[in-house]
């Protein structure tokens, strides 16, 4: 796989944005759209958008302590896939039970192993925060999923540990991960 360099990523405004290709994530819904929609009825080719949030900096020049964080979700997201799916897996029924009345039953099917998600969620962004904390950063997996089309699907993870599970604004929001690492607003 090609390094991700500085000059891939450009600045829309708000965030550092690139894009990336990662084979584990191929086969799952393509989620490329608007939001997480649905983009095609073929499965994805793997590849997501990748954001950095360095809002406090704002247009500031990527460093490569940046790229590192990035590079290393990149280079640990086999890893970080199984212990996301995984957490997931655990936390699916409660996710039925709370979407039981908002959903369809086809968009909430059993669910009895990891690879089964694959004809129900998509991923579309990878949230890079700018913090790290005993050496491992905070990665917010954002989610297209057949259950909440506006909401979403989220996961933080600190490296290979799931942090949280909820709507895309877990995976999105930078203070579940500075709560997470002890760190105070």
Do not use: N
């Amino acid at each position: 796989m090609k390094e991700i360099t500085i000059d891939q990523f450009v600045w829309d405004g708000f965030f550092w944005r690139a894009s990336v290709e990662l084979p584990v994530w191929r086969g799952f819904q393509s989620r490329g759209g608007s939001y997480g929609s649905r983009d095609s009825d073929d499965p994805s080719d793997g590849s997501v958008h990748v954001l950095l949030d360095r809002s406090e900096q704002g247009q500031a020049p990527l460093r490569e302590q940046d790229l590192g964080l990035i590079r290393w979700a990149i280079a640990h997201a086999s890893e970080m896939q199984a212990a996301l799916l995984e957490g997931l897996l655990a936390e699916y029924p409660d996710l039925q039970e709370k979407y039981d009345d908002f959903a369809e039953p086809e968009d909430l099917p059993p669910v009895s192993s990891v690879d089964d998600f694959k004809s129900i969620i998509g991923l579309h962004t990878l949230h890079v925060h700018p913090i790290h904390h005993q050496g491992l950063p905070y990665i917010g997996f954002e989610f297209g999923c057949t259950w909440d089309a506006e909401h979403g699907l989220g996961v933080l993870m600190h490296g290979t540990r799931v942090v949280e599970i909820g709507g895309a604004d877990s995976a999105i929001l930078q203070w579940i991960a500075e709560q997470d690492a002890g760190i105070e607003s």
